[in-house]
Nanobody, 124 residues
Framework: QVQLVESGGGLVQAGGSLRLSCTASGRALSGYAMGWYRQAPLKEREFVAS?????????YLLNSVKGRFTVSRDNTKNTVHLQMDSLKPEDTAVYYCAAQRRTYYLPSLGADYWGQGTQVTVSS
């Protein structure tokens, strides 16, 4: 069993930055792929990006975040980060991290574990 806890959300002005963290407990994340999702008000949850825990390779699905968001991991702390720069009001959402028991994250398969989410609000 893996427990995921996100942190780092908050209120920021457009153009600002936030760094989200997702810390896992219960077991080490080697052999897992980690994903970040977000859900804006009245919208469905959407996949944002992923990272392979073992290799560190990353993937960004949304063109709107490419070049602004960066996924990374800290093996020593069993933590995944989502660095968000040049934030826009349309980035406002609850951000979730997720884990899959596989090498590369496949959004179509859903997640084996979810965090509780952290609110990000970007004001204009």
């Amino acid at each position: 069993q893996v427990q995921l806890v996100e942190s780092g959300g908050g209120l920021v002005q457009a153009g600002g930055s936030l760094r989200l963290s997702c810390t896992a407990s219960g077991r080490a994340l080697s052999g897992y792929a980690m994903g970040w999702y977000r859900q804006a008000p009245l919208k469905e949850r959407e996949f944002v990006a992923s990272i392979n825990w073992s290799t560190g390779s990353t993937y960004y699905l949304l063109n709107s975040v490419k070049g602004r968001f960066t996924v990374s991991r800290d093996n020593t702390k069993n933590t995944v980060h989502l660095q968000m720069d040049s934030l826009k009001p349309e980035d406002t959402a609850v951000y979730y991290c997720a884990a899959q028991r596989r090498t590369y994250y496949l959004p179509s398969l859903g997640a084996d574990y979810w965090g509780q989410g952290t609110q990000v609000t970007v004001s204009s």
